[in-house]
Protein backbone atom coordinates (compact mmCIF):
# COMPACT_ATOMS: atom_id res chain seq x y z
CA UNK A 1 0.00 0.00 0.00
CA UNK A 2 1.53 3.40 -1.03
CA UNK A 3 2.55 5.56 1.91
CA UNK A 4 -0.06 9.23 1.49
CA UNK A 5 1.55 10.67 4.50
CA UNK A 6 2.85 14.41 3.41
CA UNK A 7 6.58 14.70 2.36
CA UNK A 8 9.27 16.49 4.61
CA UNK A 9 12.83 16.95 3.55
CA UNK A 10 15.27 17.48 6.18
CA UNK A 11 19.17 18.35 6.89
CA UNK A 12 20.83 15.80 8.80
CA UNK A 13 24.25 15.61 11.09
CA UNK A 14 23.72 12.87 13.04
CA UNK A 15 25.27 9.34 13.12
CA UNK A 16 21.63 7.93 13.65
CA UNK A 17 20.09 10.13 10.66
CA UNK A 18 23.93 9.02 8.93
CA UNK A 19 22.91 5.15 8.86
CA UNK A 20 19.33 5.88 7.83
CA UNK A 21 21.06 7.96 4.78
CA UNK A 22 23.43 4.81 3.57
CA UNK A 23 20.57 1.93 4.58
CA UNK A 24 18.01 3.52 2.04
CA UNK A 25 19.49 1.85 -1.19
CA UNK A 26 19.67 -1.21 0.94
CA UNK A 27 15.32 -1.04 0.90
CA UNK A 28 15.25 0.55 -2.79
CA UNK A 29 17.90 -1.76 -4.77
CA UNK A 30 16.52 -5.49 -2.66
CA UNK A 31 15.46 -6.70 -5.83
CA UNK A 32 17.57 -5.35 -8.21
CA UNK A 33 20.06 -8.31 -9.02
CA UNK A 34 22.51 -5.84 -10.35
CA UNK A 35 23.13 -3.41 -7.29
CA UNK A 36 26.10 -4.69 -5.51
CA UNK A 37 25.53 -3.39 -1.58
CA UNK A 38 28.32 -1.41 -0.18
CA UNK A 39 29.84 -2.17 2.79
CA UNK A 40 27.83 -0.42 5.79
CA UNK A 41 31.12 0.75 7.51
CA UNK A 42 32.64 1.96 4.01
CA UNK A 43 29.50 3.55 2.82
CA UNK A 44 29.03 5.75 6.58
CA UNK A 45 32.61 6.90 6.09
CA UNK A 46 31.99 8.65 3.22
CA UNK A 47 29.86 10.76 4.38
CA UNK A 48 31.19 11.32 7.92
CA UNK A 49 33.80 14.79 8.05
CA UNK A 50 36.39 12.80 10.15
CA UNK A 51 36.57 9.82 8.62
CA UNK A 52 36.92 10.83 4.97
CA UNK A 53 40.07 13.33 3.84
CA UNK A 54 37.84 14.77 0.71
CA UNK A 55 36.67 16.99 3.47
CA UNK A 56 39.70 19.08 4.41
CA UNK A 57 38.70 21.26 1.26
CA UNK A 58 35.28 20.55 0.74
CA UNK A 59 31.64 20.73 2.63
CA UNK A 60 28.67 19.08 2.35
CA UNK A 61 24.92 19.07 3.36
CA UNK A 62 23.03 15.66 3.83
CA UNK A 63 19.12 15.39 3.09
CA UNK A 64 16.82 13.09 3.92
CA UNK A 65 13.06 13.06 2.55
CA UNK A 66 10.63 11.10 4.72
CA UNK A 67 6.76 10.09 4.74
CA UNK A 68 5.30 9.34 7.98
CA UNK A 69 8.49 8.89 9.44
CA UNK A 70 9.94 6.39 6.55
CA UNK A 71 13.11 7.73 4.82
CA UNK A 72 12.06 7.40 0.58
CA UNK A 73 14.96 9.68 -0.95
CA UNK A 74 18.01 10.86 -0.27
CA UNK A 75 20.74 13.53 -1.73
CA UNK A 76 23.97 15.30 -1.11
CA UNK A 77 25.04 19.01 -1.96
CA UNK A 78 28.34 19.72 -1.38
CA UNK A 79 31.07 22.47 -2.45
CA UNK A 80 34.48 21.50 -3.14
CA UNK A 81 36.82 24.32 -2.74
CA UNK A 82 39.65 22.98 -4.86
CA UNK A 83 36.73 21.98 -7.62
CA UNK A 84 36.05 25.94 -7.79
CA UNK A 85 39.52 27.18 -8.36
CA UNK A 86 39.74 24.60 -11.27
CA UNK A 87 39.40 26.30 -15.10
CA UNK A 88 35.36 26.52 -16.10
CA UNK A 89 36.44 25.18 -19.71
CA UNK A 90 37.49 21.84 -17.45
CA UNK A 91 33.81 21.62 -15.72
CA UNK A 92 34.32 22.87 -12.49
CA UNK A 93 35.16 26.51 -12.14
CA UNK A 94 33.96 29.31 -9.43
CA UNK A 95 30.17 29.07 -8.64
CA UNK A 96 30.17 25.87 -9.15
CA UNK A 97 28.71 23.16 -6.51
CA UNK A 98 27.36 19.94 -6.74
CA UNK A 99 24.89 17.21 -6.06
CA UNK A 100 25.37 13.56 -5.48
CA UNK A 101 24.60 10.28 -3.05
CA UNK A 102 20.59 10.49 -5.08
CA UNK A 103 18.05 7.82 -4.42
CA UNK A 104 14.50 8.63 -4.31
CA UNK A 105 11.18 6.16 -4.64
CA UNK A 106 9.13 7.99 -6.52
CA UNK A 107 9.18 11.49 -8.79
CA UNK A 108 7.92 13.69 -5.93
CA UNK A 109 10.62 12.92 -3.40
CA UNK A 110 13.13 13.56 -5.91
CA UNK A 111 12.14 16.60 -7.38
CA UNK A 112 11.78 18.11 -3.57
CA UNK A 113 15.27 16.68 -3.06
CA UNK A 114 16.89 17.99 -5.91
CA UNK A 115 15.24 21.92 -4.97
CA UNK A 116 16.40 21.43 -1.82
CA UNK A 117 19.95 20.97 -2.67
CA UNK A 118 19.89 23.65 -4.91
CA UNK A 119 18.73 25.85 -2.62
CA UNK A 120 21.31 24.86 -0.17
CA UNK A 121 23.81 25.66 -3.21
CA UNK A 122 22.30 29.07 -3.86
CA UNK A 123 22.49 29.58 -0.12
CA UNK A 124 26.20 29.40 -0.14
CA UNK A 125 26.69 31.37 -3.41
CA UNK A 126 26.68 28.83 -5.86
CA UNK A 127 25.21 29.61 -9.09
CA UNK A 128 25.86 26.02 -11.18
CA UNK A 129 25.65 22.53 -10.39
CA UNK A 130 26.94 19.40 -11.85
CA UNK A 131 25.48 16.03 -10.66
CA UNK A 132 25.64 13.41 -9.82
CA UNK A 133 28.52 13.54 -8.40
CA UNK A 134 28.96 11.54 -5.13
CA UNK A 135 31.07 13.02 -3.83
CA UNK A 136 34.25 13.55 -5.21
CA UNK A 137 34.55 13.96 -8.95
CA UNK A 138 37.69 10.58 -7.79
CA UNK A 139 34.66 7.95 -6.01
CA UNK A 140 31.66 8.01 -8.14
CA UNK A 141 30.66 10.08 -11.11
CA UNK A 142 27.66 10.58 -13.25
CA UNK A 143 24.48 8.47 -13.38
CA UNK A 144 24.04 5.08 -14.97
CA UNK A 145 22.56 5.78 -18.28
CA UNK A 146 23.58 2.49 -20.15
CA UNK A 147 24.40 -0.84 -19.33
CA UNK A 148 22.00 -1.39 -16.51
CA UNK A 149 21.90 -5.43 -17.43
CA UNK A 150 24.86 -6.16 -15.15
CA UNK A 151 26.63 -5.41 -11.71
CA UNK A 152 29.22 -3.00 -11.59
CA UNK A 153 32.69 -2.89 -11.06
CA UNK A 154 34.62 -2.19 -8.10
CA UNK A 155 34.25 1.58 -7.63
CA UNK A 156 31.53 1.88 -10.22
CA UNK A 157 28.07 3.26 -9.47
CA UNK A 158 24.35 1.96 -10.35
CA UNK A 159 21.64 3.40 -10.45
CA UNK A 160 17.56 3.02 -11.33
CA UNK A 161 17.11 3.85 -14.89
CA UNK A 162 13.91 6.50 -13.61
CA UNK A 163 16.50 8.39 -12.30
CA UNK A 164 17.65 9.83 -15.82
CA UNK A 165 14.25 11.31 -16.76
CA UNK A 166 13.78 12.59 -12.73
CA UNK A 167 16.91 14.69 -13.56
CA UNK A 168 16.16 15.79 -17.05
CA UNK A 169 13.11 16.76 -15.77
CA UNK A 170 14.00 18.92 -13.43
CA UNK A 171 16.24 21.15 -15.69
CA UNK A 172 19.29 19.71 -16.04
CA UNK A 173 21.01 18.99 -19.30
CA UNK A 174 23.91 16.86 -20.20
CA UNK A 175 27.73 17.69 -20.18
CA UNK A 176 29.61 14.77 -20.53
CA UNK A 177 29.39 11.08 -20.76
CA UNK A 178 32.05 8.32 -18.68
CA UNK A 179 32.22 5.36 -20.72
CA UNK A 180 33.59 2.12 -19.49
CA UNK A 181 34.66 -0.38 -21.98
CA UNK A 182 34.70 -4.38 -21.52
CA UNK A 183 37.03 -6.98 -23.56
CA UNK A 184 37.87 -10.33 -23.16
CA UNK A 185 41.54 -10.71 -21.72
CA UNK A 186 41.85 -14.34 -22.72
CA UNK A 187 42.98 -14.46 -26.64
CA UNK A 188 46.16 -12.31 -27.58
CA UNK A 189 45.96 -8.48 -28.82
CA UNK A 190 45.11 -8.16 -32.75
CA UNK A 191 48.23 -8.17 -34.87
CA UNK A 192 48.62 -4.75 -34.74
CA UNK A 193 49.22 -4.16 -31.29
CA UNK A 194 51.14 -7.10 -30.86
CA UNK A 195 53.31 -5.93 -33.44
CA UNK A 196 53.67 -2.35 -31.67
CA UNK A 197 54.32 -3.95 -28.40
CA UNK A 198 57.38 -5.97 -29.55
CA UNK A 199 58.35 -2.85 -30.86
CA UNK A 200 58.89 -1.32 -27.88
CA UNK A 201 60.29 -4.64 -26.40
CA UNK A 202 63.36 -4.09 -28.63
CA UNK A 203 63.36 -0.03 -28.01
CA UNK A 204 66.40 -0.42 -24.75
CA UNK A 205 65.15 3.51 -23.76
CA UNK A 206 61.44 1.39 -22.70
CA UNK A 207 61.12 -0.43 -19.22
CA UNK A 208 57.69 -1.81 -18.05
CA UNK A 209 57.94 -2.55 -14.46
CA UNK A 210 55.81 -3.78 -12.00
CA UNK A 211 55.09 -2.26 -8.84
CA UNK A 212 56.92 -2.76 -5.38
CA UNK A 213 54.28 -3.08 -2.60
CA UNK A 214 56.94 -3.28 0.00
CA UNK A 215 57.45 0.63 -1.29
CA UNK A 216 53.78 1.31 -0.95
CA UNK A 217 54.12 4.66 -0.26
CA UNK A 218 56.86 5.45 -3.04
CA UNK A 219 55.41 4.29 -5.67
CA UNK A 220 52.33 5.79 -4.70
CA UNK A 221 53.80 9.08 -4.90
CA UNK A 222 55.71 8.30 -8.26
CA UNK A 223 52.41 7.58 -9.30
CA UNK A 224 50.47 10.47 -8.29
CA UNK A 225 52.94 12.71 -9.69
CA UNK A 226 52.52 11.27 -12.93
CA UNK A 227 48.25 11.70 -12.68
CA UNK A 228 48.37 15.21 -11.47
CA UNK A 229 50.42 16.05 -14.69
CA UNK A 230 48.57 13.50 -17.03
CA UNK A 231 44.90 14.34 -16.10
CA UNK A 232 46.10 18.19 -15.21
CA UNK A 233 44.38 19.10 -18.19
CA UNK A 234 41.09 16.55 -18.20
CA UNK A 235 37.43 17.37 -18.09
CA UNK A 236 36.47 17.12 -14.32
CA UNK A 237 39.93 17.48 -12.74
CA UNK A 238 40.63 18.16 -9.23
CA UNK A 239 44.17 17.52 -7.79
CA UNK A 240 44.10 14.97 -5.25
CA UNK A 241 45.29 15.97 -1.38
CA UNK A 242 47.36 14.26 0.87
CA UNK A 243 44.64 13.22 3.46
CA UNK A 244 42.68 11.84 0.37
CA UNK A 245 45.52 9.92 -0.95
CA UNK A 246 45.99 8.56 2.48
CA UNK A 247 42.73 7.32 2.41
CA UNK A 248 43.04 5.60 -0.88
CA UNK A 249 45.98 4.17 0.39
CA UNK A 250 44.34 2.58 3.57
CA UNK A 251 41.23 1.07 1.07
CA UNK A 252 43.53 0.00 -1.43
CA UNK A 253 46.65 -1.51 -0.34
CA UNK A 254 44.44 -5.01 0.58
CA UNK A 255 43.76 -5.31 -2.88
CA UNK A 256 46.98 -3.92 -4.57
CA UNK A 257 49.29 -6.50 -5.86
CA UNK A 258 52.28 -6.46 -7.79
CA UNK A 259 51.54 -7.71 -11.46
CA UNK A 260 48.69 -5.85 -12.06
CA UNK A 261 50.17 -2.57 -11.50
CA UNK A 262 52.84 -1.35 -13.95
CA UNK A 263 54.89 1.40 -14.32
CA UNK A 264 56.62 3.13 -17.69
CA UNK A 265 60.53 4.26 -17.77
CA UNK A 266 61.60 6.11 -20.66
CA UNK A 267 65.24 5.92 -20.07
CA UNK A 268 65.20 5.14 -16.29
CA UNK A 269 62.68 8.25 -15.33
CA UNK A 270 58.34 6.60 -14.34
CA UNK A 271 56.58 8.49 -17.68
CA UNK A 272 53.07 6.56 -17.20
CA UNK A 273 51.38 3.84 -14.99
CA UNK A 274 48.24 1.76 -15.14
CA UNK A 275 46.57 0.85 -12.13
CA UNK A 276 44.59 -2.53 -12.41
CA UNK A 277 42.41 -4.03 -9.92
CA UNK A 278 40.48 -7.08 -9.04
CA UNK A 279 36.68 -6.59 -9.01
CA UNK A 280 35.98 -6.96 -5.29
CA UNK A 281 32.31 -6.75 -6.04
CA UNK A 282 32.01 -10.17 -6.88
CA UNK A 283 32.95 -11.08 -3.65
CA UNK A 284 31.68 -8.01 -1.67
CA UNK A 285 28.02 -8.57 -3.81
CA UNK A 286 26.98 -12.34 -1.32
CA UNK A 287 27.61 -10.34 1.59
CA UNK A 288 25.03 -8.09 1.84
CA UNK A 289 26.91 -5.01 2.84
CA UNK A 290 27.82 -6.99 6.31
CA UNK A 291 31.57 -7.91 7.07
CA UNK A 292 29.43 -9.77 10.15
CA UNK A 293 29.15 -12.27 11.52
CA UNK A 294 31.46 -14.57 8.35
CA UNK A 295 31.72 -11.87 5.60
CA UNK A 296 35.61 -10.57 7.11
CA UNK A 297 36.27 -14.22 7.14
CA UNK A 298 35.21 -14.67 3.57
CA UNK A 299 36.65 -11.81 2.03
CA UNK A 300 39.73 -12.08 4.38
CA UNK A 301 40.18 -15.40 2.75
CA UNK A 302 39.61 -14.24 -0.83
CA UNK A 303 42.45 -11.85 0.20
CA UNK A 304 44.65 -14.53 0.73
CA UNK A 305 43.92 -16.59 -2.82
CA UNK A 306 42.54 -13.71 -5.01
CA UNK A 307 40.58 -14.75 -7.94
CA UNK A 308 38.46 -12.82 -10.15
CA UNK A 309 36.58 -13.27 -12.96
CA UNK A 310 36.90 -8.99 -14.42
CA UNK A 311 39.77 -7.22 -13.61
CA UNK A 312 39.39 -2.96 -13.47
CA UNK A 313 41.65 -0.14 -15.17
CA UNK A 314 40.51 2.50 -13.06
CA UNK A 315 43.76 4.65 -13.77
CA UNK A 316 45.93 5.17 -16.20
CA UNK A 317 48.33 7.78 -17.29
CA UNK A 318 51.16 8.99 -19.50
CA UNK A 319 53.25 12.57 -18.86
CA UNK A 320 51.77 15.35 -21.06
CA UNK A 321 55.25 15.94 -22.69
CA UNK A 322 54.58 12.18 -24.28
CA UNK A 323 50.29 12.42 -24.79
CA UNK A 324 50.84 13.52 -28.33
CA UNK A 325 53.11 10.95 -29.12
CA UNK A 326 53.07 7.21 -30.75
CA UNK A 327 55.58 6.44 -27.63
CA UNK A 328 52.09 7.44 -25.23
CA UNK A 329 49.68 4.30 -26.88
CA UNK A 330 53.02 1.98 -27.31
CA UNK A 331 53.72 2.84 -23.66
CA UNK A 332 49.74 1.99 -22.85
CA UNK A 333 49.35 -1.25 -25.26
CA UNK A 334 52.81 -2.59 -23.56
CA UNK A 335 51.35 -1.98 -19.96
CA UNK A 336 47.86 -2.97 -20.15
CA UNK A 337 49.33 -6.65 -22.41
CA UNK A 338 51.71 -7.28 -19.45
CA UNK A 339 48.54 -7.03 -16.90
CA UNK A 340 46.56 -9.15 -19.02
CA UNK A 341 48.89 -11.90 -19.24
CA UNK A 342 49.23 -11.77 -15.38
CA UNK A 343 45.52 -11.48 -14.82
CA UNK A 344 45.10 -14.75 -16.88
CA UNK A 345 47.78 -16.68 -15.17
CA UNK A 346 47.61 -15.77 -11.85
CA UNK A 347 43.75 -14.51 -11.10
CA UNK A 348 41.96 -16.59 -13.38
CA UNK A 349 40.62 -13.68 -14.71
CA UNK A 350 38.64 -13.73 -18.39
CA UNK A 351 37.42 -10.08 -18.40
CA UNK A 352 38.82 -6.18 -18.23
CA UNK A 353 36.83 -3.63 -17.76
CA UNK A 354 38.87 -0.27 -18.95
CA UNK A 355 37.37 3.34 -17.41
CA UNK A 356 35.52 5.44 -16.56
CA UNK A 357 36.79 7.21 -19.59
CA UNK A 358 35.50 10.50 -20.88
CA UNK A 359 33.53 10.63 -24.26
CA UNK A 360 35.80 13.12 -25.58
CA UNK A 361 39.42 11.54 -24.42
CA UNK A 362 40.49 10.58 -28.35
CA UNK A 363 43.50 8.78 -27.03
CA UNK A 364 41.88 5.93 -24.98
CA UNK A 365 38.65 5.40 -27.22
CA UNK A 366 41.25 4.89 -29.84
CA UNK A 367 43.55 2.58 -27.84
CA UNK A 368 39.76 0.70 -25.91
CA UNK A 369 39.05 0.40 -30.12
CA UNK A 370 42.40 -1.25 -30.91
CA UNK A 371 42.08 -4.29 -28.39
CA UNK A 372 38.37 -4.95 -29.44
CA UNK A 373 36.68 -3.25 -26.31
CA UNK A 374 33.12 -2.32 -26.33
CA UNK A 375 31.23 -0.06 -24.10
CA UNK A 376 29.30 -1.25 -21.70
CA UNK A 377 28.21 1.25 -19.30
CA UNK A 378 27.85 5.06 -19.85
CA UNK A 379 27.57 7.60 -17.32
CA UNK A 380 25.75 10.77 -18.00
CA UNK A 381 27.00 14.00 -15.58
CA UNK A 382 24.80 17.18 -15.93
CA UNK A 383 24.67 20.61 -15.28
CA UNK A 384 22.19 23.24 -14.47
CA UNK A 385 22.56 26.81 -13.90
CA UNK A 386 20.72 28.46 -10.81
Known sequence: MANTAPLSIR?????????????LPFRLYKDDPNWVPPLKGEALGLITPEKNGWFSHAKAQLFLAERGGEVVGRISAHIDT??????????????????????????????????????WLRGQGMNRVLGPISMSIWEEPGLLIEGFDHPPTIMMGHAKPIYRAWIESAGYLPVKQLKTYRLDI????????????????????????MVDKTKFEEEAAIILAILNDAWSDNWGFVPLTPPEIADVGVK??????????????????????????????????????NLFPFGWAKLLLWLRRPKARTMRVPLMGVVKELQ??????????MMIEYIRRDAV?????TEGEIGWVLDDNQGMNAIADAINSHVNKIYQVYEKHL
Open 82 to 119: LALTMPPAQGFGPGCGQFGLFDAEDENAARALINTAED
Open 345 to 349: AHYGS
Open 11 to 23: PIDSKADRKKFIA
Open 186 to 209: TTPFPPIVQRIIQSGERNPRITIR
Open 252 to 289: LKPIVFNELIRIAELDGQPVAFMITLPDLNETLKPLGG
Open 324 to 333: ASRMASQLAF
